[in-house]
T-cell receptor
Framework: DAGITQSPRHKVTETGTPVTLRCHQT?????MYWYRQDPGHGLRLIHYSYGVKDTDKGEVSDGYSVSRSKTEDFLLTLESATSSQTSVYFC???????????FGPGTRLLVL | RKEVEQDPGPFNVPEGATVAFNCTYS??????FFWYRQDCRKEPKLLMSVYSSGNEDGRFTAQLNRASQYISLLIRDSKLSDSATYLCVVNMKTDRGSTLGRLYFGRGTQLTVWP
């Protein structure tokens, strides 16, 4: 399997607190993605990166920011967590944008 | 209309059965297509790409009909281990002016294979 990890794997936090999720890859893939998965919605793209310091918004980017200072790391930050951001967050990587993606194990976030 | 639509199921079939899933997509200019499977509380994993001429991987056969904007996945001789949710995935250009396409995921079709 591709080397992609996410941390933390589970997190419980309170409304209004900042939260940062980390995605780390050892595959040297150019493209990295953050998705959230919720019942009834499937996977929805939050942000993606096409290189170091190069990022763009997905379809549900409000309330989220990202950073990519190194090829291997892609961080997702919830500046002020809300209960609507309770979800499972998946990171994914790919060699080409639009090609098949490999997913990390996911982070389960609960915002109380 | 949602970009990628699938019948959510659930499909409940006995071992050894043949089952087919269908998927439609909205953008006729889409270039690449995939089927993923996702086990309960796990990440999605790429099952197979879908090629224009159709392709087969063991018990799994994928078909693409560009004219109808339709993709299918056929599973023959179902195994208990095939129980999962199957996601139809299509690469489409975004609607925000970007020249880069990205993947759109269907909501998935749930399959349960019983002994």
């Amino acid at each position: 399997d591709a080397g992609i990890t996410q941390s933390p794997r589970h997190k419980v936090t309170e409304t209004g607190t900042p939260v940062t999720l980390r995605c780390h890859q050892t595959e040297n893939h150019r493209y990295m993605y953050w998705y959230r998965q919720d019942p009834g919605h499937g996977l929805r793209l939050i942000h993606y990166s096409y290189g170091v310091k190069d990022t763009d918004k997905g379809e549900v980017s409000d309330g989220y920011s990202v950073s990519r200072s190194k090829t291997e790391d892609f961080l997702l930050t919830l500046e002020s967590a809300t209960s609507s951001q309770t979800s499972v967050y998946f990171c994914a990587i790919s060699e080409s944008h639009g090609g098949g993606q490999t997913f990390g194990p996911g982070t389960r976030l609960l915002v109380l | 209309r949602k970009e990628v639509e699938q019948d959510p199921g659930p499909f409940n079939v006995p071992e050894g059965a043949t089952v087919a899933f269908n998927c439609t997509y909205s953008n006729s200019a889409s270039q690449s297509f995939f089927w993923y499977r996702q086990d309960c509380r796990k990440e999605p994993k790429l099952l197979m790409s879908v090629y224009s001429s159709g392709n087969e991987d063991g018990r799994f056969t994928a078909q693409l009909n560009r004219a109808s904007q339709y993709i299918s996945l056929l599973i023959r001789d179902s195994k208990l281990s095939d129980s999962a949710t199957y996601l139809c995935v299509v690469n489409m250009k975004t609607d925000r002016g970007s020249t880069l396409g990205r993947l759109y995921f269907g909501r998935g079709t749930q399959l349960t294979v019983w002994p």
